[in-house]
């Protein structure tokens, strides 16, 4: 839609389309709202889009560029009597940092490449190379660049430059019986990806499923359960037995501490007075005196309550039975990832929203906001074409605020992240298509707990062949600097070219990433009416985005039911129906009116839903069944 | 609020509904009876096939659809070439595919599935396992489609090895699965046999040569090494939830679950009664011919009769020889008994002085009461044993555990973990309220093999149990040759019909007890003594059984109802003449 066609006036202007935002967005739509919602980026999404590899490329190109110095033009022009201006932050690049990428696999098709002739070819023909470290690359990039797209380009040289000093021309030469995929193939195969810039997971019985299943968005997205829970210990990658079917299979357990993890999981389930004793102390302790054994507690401790040193018991044993409460619920384990990427889940809160009314723009940002002085109150805002929109509210993302408007109580803390496309399973299994979730515990005091997630090609997520693996923890230094010790460990790279065993890494990437958890939505040098996002938190689950969403909608429409199931088409009165007309006639009428008004984008979702369903995942499946209950339920 | 989704209210969706339900269930009616009608004429065309698919595929669950189904297909088979039959029964098997998406468990869309399956020319087995993994992955426990799975295989000949994994996969992703436990019990015997030959019959005869005959009949067992594995993968089961019964149950048949051969047990001459009785280790239906006494050699003609009478089937049997053959005590006399229909016969020698004889094998040496448990080897039974305590130690109040140590305990050493096993039937009786009174049955049970046992090893005819909270008599067949009994102080209400099988006894101790009804004490030549004080007898008539025991000397019925009614003591002198003692 071209700018000018945009209408002045509007109930909700929402600027960014992350999670938060696009929940609100679509809450606000859903009840008869006029929300217009628009996003300065050319993507959906914001931090919490996904990517396919060429588009994460180009990505990574906009974080290495220089923040262009932004012209503040003079919009003073358009202020009415008793009107200031707050000017918005034009760049969101804060927000992520220290990108740096790189490459082990060689730069192209190795069709020629005989293994055994590696060694000698090395030094002539670099494209022959099975492991490319970045300082190998920075000699040739000069002469690939002509042969790459300008992006990769600055992609490469990007990785030159970051290095790291350790990353010696120590190159196994012994390997290479393993057909690699090379860099020429991801690229080639880019759009095979979906590749998430914050990696999370839903929770079976979470705010977020919940919430999906209360709205319908659930008709727009399709799940693939998480098939296994991981954990890392002892240098060896571990199968973490949570249903009752994992303890029943699981090898590494004797017969008795089946019984005993049985026990103790099922006596979770309900506080006892034992439980309550123990409440403000620490759960290692509890644990401790349960009695379990070394292998049951650290898997209770770390992979089933995600604990930390300072958890205490109450909070140990409330998130092992949220763990357990969603066990079964879809799968064997708690958790649902959605196919395509999670990015997928703020544009279904999008198409809500569209759905219902609501105007998209990308591209397209605001500007400045015109505050009357007297009340302190966001009247309109100016976007970035300079038309002046009146709007009741003003939902903005925090990254778009300036710096010096925002409070916080704590100083902002970032994430660091890494994702790494390898050519195989952590645990290899009978089955190649397993989406797994690994705790890895601090490899020592004072480091971070981190999270990790590996996907399969059939999350579609990432090309045949390859795992997408997502690494998340708090930041203490950079995200490499965090990261890349455990990758070395885990993973075969030019680094640790003797672990034979483990998967290799084709290509990786690392950068930080803020922690929205510290943001308050209120609180801010901002208008009365205006309410700001944070980006992603580091937890695994939605609720932070989710609660954010329900809060600033209770703040705003406090009578109104928070995302009520949207009706199905067919149930829908169109302008000019007969209200009490039913039979024949009626369906007649409908569906003339359908086609004359509204009725394409209905007509155009049915369709949309018929295509997901024939990509058949199971857990769509079972979505659909429990939305058929909600809509039973429905008044 | 502006710009708001109207939506159509409820009751106007319920008016709807209610109209198009309407609207279906008139098209539905119309198409019935148009079959029905079309049925009555003969007609077998294909018009037919397409109105009965219409209706079925809306109710699958309509049987009579279903047979005028399959008269149209197998006239079509008569005029219709191969191929073009091949093509029809394709076109129903996809059909059907559609009707089980309807409703999984339609006994009649699987019996039509099974039937057009043998009927296909050239059938697809492998598609049809599939279909059948699917359902079973949707539903694990879907019986329709484990049963017409098994003919699937069947008729595909599947390797069994191949049907092993399968099963160990359904149990893997859930073990609580009858149909996947019982499966395997089914196929590791085919798979491991215990002898070394491949596949011995199941009919074959034990062999006769091999020394002391076993009681237990061996087919249908596992080798060693698979029951071990086994044992693993059942333990697993059991400890990872003690509650689920499926596992339990496998497991006990793992530990193996004996029948007994069927055998004459014992063979009794007596002198005084002219009579022979024989005893079978199982009740055995004798009548007619099925006996054949040959008293010094020559074939006698005798009726058997069953103890008690009324049985068919009993494991004891009785005959009077002619009067005079063998009175005289100054005589010997050997007496065989040929049981015709196992080709089995026993001997018997009544020597001279002798007013009685018998012959038999002692519950003691045929380890009668181990059966249940005792195929398997004293160290496996031990170690399994051991597994269970310790899970008893991790859940002491788990019923199958209980249930499960008692049995153990019972086949390795009935009367050393006699203790053991009182305190732990004890816990399962608080447990487990509801079947308090089966365990307690249970309990009485095993206390008279117990009992049997211990008399055995005494060398006696005393079976005294007093006070062993009894709650039921059983094993009374082993008791042939008991004179003297003692029950007092239990809990029996009944002396059931199976008592007359007691042949010998003469004094019955039975005060202290909630006895109200005597039906078993019937025809006993030599009951002298009949004590019955403190019990629930309350009518005369619950006393007629005594009076066809010729020998009845002494009753005590003092403290039970029936002593109180007027003019009782007439009525029982008229009834038991023989009664010479009488307490009231």
């Known amino acids: 839609m071209a700018a000018e066609d945009l209408p002045s006036e509007f109930d909700v202007v929402i600027l960014g389309t992350g999670l938060a935002e696009s929940v609100v967005a679509a809450a606000f739509?859903?009840?008869?709202?006029?929300?217009?919602?628009?996003?300065?980026?050319?993507?959906?999404?914001?931090?919490?889009?996904?990517?396919?590899?060429?588009?994460?490329?180009?990505?990574?190109?906009?974080?290495?560029?220089?923040?262009?110095?932004?012209?503040?033009?003079?919009?003073?022009?358009?202020?009415?009597?008793?009107?200031?201006?707050?000017?918005l932050s034009n760049s969101d690049s804060a927000s992520i940092r220290n990108v740096q990428v790189f490459c082990f696999t060689s730069e192209e098709d190795e069709e020629e490449g005989a293994p055994g002739t590696k060694e000698d070819d090395r030094g002539a023909a670099d494209g022959d190379a099975v492991k490319e470290t970045p300082e190998s690359q920075s000699a040739d990039a000069k002469d690939k660049a002509k042969k790459q797209k300008a992006e990769e380009e600055e992609e490469e040289e990007q990785a030159s430059q970051t290095k790291g000093e350790e990353l010696s021309a120590a190159q196994s030469q012994s390997e290479a019986t393993r057909k690699k995929i090379s860099y020429a193939q991801l690229v080639k195969e880019g759009r095979r990806f979906n590749i998430d810039l914050v990696s999370k997971l839903l929770y079976s019985r979470g705010s977020l499923?919940?919430?999906?299943?209360?709205?319908?968005?659930?008709?727009?997205?399709?799940?693939?359960?998480?098939?296994?829970?991981?954990?890392?210990?002892?240098?060896?990658?571990?199968?973490?037995?949570?249903?009752?079917?994992?303890?029943?299979?699981?090898?590494?357990?004797?017969?008795?501490?089946?019984?005993?993890?049985?026990?103790?999981?099922?006596?979770?389930?309900?506080?006892?007075?034992?439980?309550?004793?123990?409440?403000?102390?620490?759960?290692?302790?509890?644990?401790?005196?349960?009695?379990?054994?070394?292998?049951?507690?650290?898997?209770?401790?770390?992979?089933?309550?995600?604990?930390?040193?300072?958890?205490?018991?109450?909070?140990?044993?409330?998130?092992?039975?949220?763990?357990?409460?969603?066990?079964?619920?879809?799968?064997?384990?708690?958790?649902?990832?959605?196919?395509?990427?999670?990015?997928?889940?703020?544009?279904?809160?999008?198409?809500?929203?569209?759905?219902?009314?609501?105007?998209?723009?990308?591209?397209?940002?605001?500007?400045?906001?015109?505050?009357?002085?007297?009340?302190?109150?966001?009247?309109?805002?100016i976007d970035s074409r300079g038309q002046r929109i009146s709007c009741r509210h003003f939902v903005v993302e925090d990254g778009f605020v300036a710096v010096d408007r925002k409070k916080r109580a704590t100083p902002p803390r970032f994430l660091s992240r890494a994702v790494l496309i390898t050519d195989s399973s952590i645990l290899p299994s009978s089955s190649d298509q397993q989406v797994s979730m690994v705790t890895v515990p601090p490899v020592a005091a004072g480091c971070p707990t981190v999270r990790m997630v590996e996907l399969c090609p059939s999350t579609m997520t990432c090309m045949a062949g390859t795992h997408l693996v997502h690494l998340t923890c708090q930041s203490v230094g950079s995200a490499f600097e965090d990261l890349s010790p455990?990758?070395?460990?885990?993973?075969?790279?030019?680094?640790?070219?003797?672990?034979?065993?483990?998967?290799?890494?084709?290509?990786?990437?690392?950068?930080?990433?803020?922690?929205?958890?510290?943001?308050?939505?209120?609180?801010?040098?901002?208008?009365?009416?205006?309410?700001?996002?944070?980006?992603?938190?580091?937890?695994?689950?939605?609720?932070?985005a989710v609660r954010q969403a329900e809060w600033i909608f209770k703040q705003i429409l406090p009578e109104e039911d928070f995302c009520p199931p949207a009706p199905n088409p067919e149930d829908i009165i169109y302008n000019g129906e007969n209200a009490s007309s039913t039979g024949e006639e009626e369906e007649e009428e409908e569906e003339q009116n359908k086609q004359g008004e509204g009725g394409e984008e209905w007509k155009e979702e049915g369709k949309e839903e018929g295509v997901k369903q024939q990509e058949g995942g199971e857990e769509g499946g079972e979505e659909g069944g429990e939305e058929g209950g909600e809509e039973e339920g429905e008044e | 609020m502006h710009g708001r989704v109207k939506v159509k209210s409820t009751a106007q969706q319920e008016e709807e509904k209610r109209k198009e339900r309407e609207k279906k269930l008139k098209i539905y009616v119309a198409?019935?009876?148009?079959?029905?009608?079309?049925?009555?004429?003969?007609?077998?065309?294909?018009?037919?096939?397409?109105?009965?698919?219409?209706?079925?595929?809306?109710?699958?669950?309509?049987?009579?659809?279903?047979?005028?189904?399959?008269?149209?297909?197998?006239?079509?088979?008569?005029?219709?070439?191969?191929?073009?039959?091949?093509?029809?029964?394709?076109?129903?098997?996809?059909?059907?595919?559609?009707?089980?998406?309807?409703?999984?468990?339609?006994?009649?869309?699987?019996?039509?599935?099974?039937?057009?399956?043998?009927?296909?020319?050239?059938?697809?087995?492998?598609?049809?396992l599939g279909l059948c993994d699917r359902c079973l992955s949707l539903d694990d426990r879907n019986f329709h489609c484990w049963d017409y799975r098994r003919m699937v295989v069947k008729k595909s000949g599947v390797p069994v090895d191949r049907e092993l994994a399968f099963t160990d996969r359904l149990i893997g992703s859930n073990f609580s699965n009858y149909s996947s436990w019982h499966y395997r019990s089914t196929l590791l015997p085919l798979l491991h046999p215990e002898s070394p030959e491949p596949l011995p019959s199941p009919r074959r005869p034990p062999p006769r040569s091999s020394p002391p005959a076993s009681p237990q009949n061996h087919s249908h067992r596992v080798c060693e090494a698979q029951l071990l594995k086994e044992y693993e993968l059942v333990q697993n089961a059991f400890f990872t939830d003690p509650n689920d019964q499926s596992a339990w149950f496998y497991y006990r048949w793992l530990l193996g679950r004996a029948e007994r051969e069927e055998m004459i047990s014992c063979v009794l001459v007596s002198r005084e009664e002219e009579t022979v009785t024989v005893a079978f280790s199982r009740p055995v239906d004798a009548q007619p011919g099925g006996l054949m006494l040959l008293l010094d050699g020559q074939p006698q003609t005798v009726e058997w009769r069953s103890v008690p009478p009324r049985f068919k089937h009993s494991p004891v049997w009785i005959c009077d020889l002619p009067p005079g053959t063998i009175s005289d005590v100054t005589n010997e006399h050997n007496l065989t008994v040929h049981w015709m229909e196992r080709h089995a016969h026993r001997d018997c020698a009544l020597y001279t002085g002798r007013t009685e004889s018998w012959c038999r094998d002692s519950a003691t040496d045929q380890e009668l009461f181990r059966s249940e448990l005792s195929v398997e080897k004293t160290s496996v039974l031990q170690s399994e044993l051991q597994s269970c305590k310790q899970l008893q130690e991790l859940e002491p109040l788990n019923k199958w555990c209980l249930l499960t140590i008692i049995l153990l305990m019972r086949a390795l050493d009935p009367l050393g973990y006699e203790k053991e096993t009182l305190a732990h039937f004890q816990t399962l009786r608080e447990v487990d309220l509801m079947r308090s009174a089966y365990y307690s049955d249970l309990c009485s049970k095993f206390m008279i093999e117990n009992t049997v046992l211990k008399m055995e090893y005494a060398e006696v005819r005393v079976f005294s149990i007093s006070d062993k909270k009894l709650t039921t008599l059983c094993h009374l067949d082993q008791l042939l040759l008991v004179t003297h009994m003692n029950l007092s102080s239990n809990q029996l209400q009944r002396l059931p019909p199976q008592f007359s099988m007691l042949q010998?006894?003469?004094?019955?101790?039975?005060?202290?007890?909630?006895?109200?009804?005597?039906?078993?004490?019937?025809?006993?030549?030599?009951?002298?003594?009949?004590?019955?004080?403190?019990?629930?007898?309350?009518?005369?008539?619950?006393?007629?059984?005594?009076?066809?025991?010729?020998?009845?000397?002494?009753?005590?019925?003092?403290?039970?109802?029936?002593?109180?009614l007027e003019e009782v003591e007439a009525a029982l002198t008229e009834l038991l003449p023989s009664v010479v003692d009488l307490l009231l």
């Not at chain 1, 501490?257 to 509890?286: G, I």
């Not at chain 1, 993973?491 to 950068?511: A, G, I, K, Q």
């Not at chain 1, 803020?514 to 309410?531: E, I, M, Q, R, T």
Request: some cysteine.
């Open chain 1, 209 to 381: 499923v919940d919430l999906l299943i209360k709205s319908n968005v659930s008709r727009y997205a399709e799940f693939k359960n998480v098939t296994r829970i991981l954990t890392y210990r002892h240098g060896n990658v571990q199968q973490v037995p949570c249903s009752r079917a994992d303890v029943f299979a699981s090898r590494q357990l004797s017969v008795v501490e089946k019984r005993k993890l049985m026990r103790f999981l099922t006596s979770c389930v309900e506080e006892t007075d034992e439980q309550r004793a123990y409440k403000a102390r620490p759960y290692l302790e509890f644990l401790y005196d349960q009695r379990l054994g070394e292998n049951l507690q650290h898997f209770l401790f770390h992979s089933i309550a995600m604990a930390t040193e300072d958890t205490t018991t109450e909070e140990g044993l409330a998130s092992t039975r949220h763990f357990l409460r969603c066990l079964g619920r879809y799968g064997n384990t708690p958790f649902l990832f959605p196919v395509y990427g999670l990015g997928e889940i703020p544009q279904c809160f999008c198409r809500m929203c569209a759905v219902f009314g609501g105007i998209y723009c990308l591209r397209h940002s605001v500007n400045c906001l015109l505050v009357e002085k007297d009340t302190n109150r966001c009247k309109a805002v």
């Open chain 1, 29 to 87: 739509s859903r009840v008869g709202q006029r929300v217009l919602h628009i996003d300065r980026r050319s993507y959906y999404a914001a931090n919490w889009a996904s990517f396919t590899f060429n588009s994460l490329l180009t990505w990574i190109q906009q974080h290495h560029e220089e923040p262009q110095p932004e012209e503040l033009q003079d919009w003073s022009s358009l202020l009415e009597e008793g009107e200031e201006l707050i000017y």
């Open chain 2, 504 to 564: 010998c006894l003469e004094v019955l101790e039975a005060e202290n007890n909630l006895i109200e009804d005597l039906e078993g004490v019937f025809h006993l030549p030599r009951l002298e003594e009949v004590l019955l004080k403190n019990n629930k007898i309350s009518t005369l008539a619950d006393l007629r059984p005594l009076a066809s025991c010729p020998k009845l000397k002494r009753l005590d019925l003092r403290g039970n109802p029936v002593s109180g």
């Open chain 2, 31 to 128: 198409a019935r009876d148009a079959c029905f009608s079309k049925r009555k004429e003969g007609v077998w065309d294909d018009g037919a096939l397409q109105i009965t698919q219409q209706l079925l595929s809306s109710n699958p669950d309509f049987g009579t659809l279903w047979n005028y189904r399959r008269e149209i297909l197998m006239h079509l088979e008569t005029v219709k070439d191969e191929d073009e039959v091949q093509k029809i029964y394709e076109a129903e098997l996809s059909f059907l595919e559609s009707c089980l998406k309807v409703n999984p468990k339609s006994y009649g869309s699987w019996h039509h599935r099974g039937w057009v399956s043998t009927r296909l020319p050239r059938p697809d087995w492998a598609k049809e």
């Open chain 1, 486 to 544: 455990l990758v070395t460990t885990m993973f075969r790279t030019t680094e640790s070219p003797d672990r034979e065993t483990s998967p290799s890494v084709l290509w990786c990437l690392y950068f930080n990433m803020a922690d929205g958890s510290g943001l308050d939505v209120k609180g801010h040098d901002l208008p009365s009416n205006v309410f700001v996002c944070s980006g992603p938190d580091g937890g695994l689950s939605h609720e932070h």
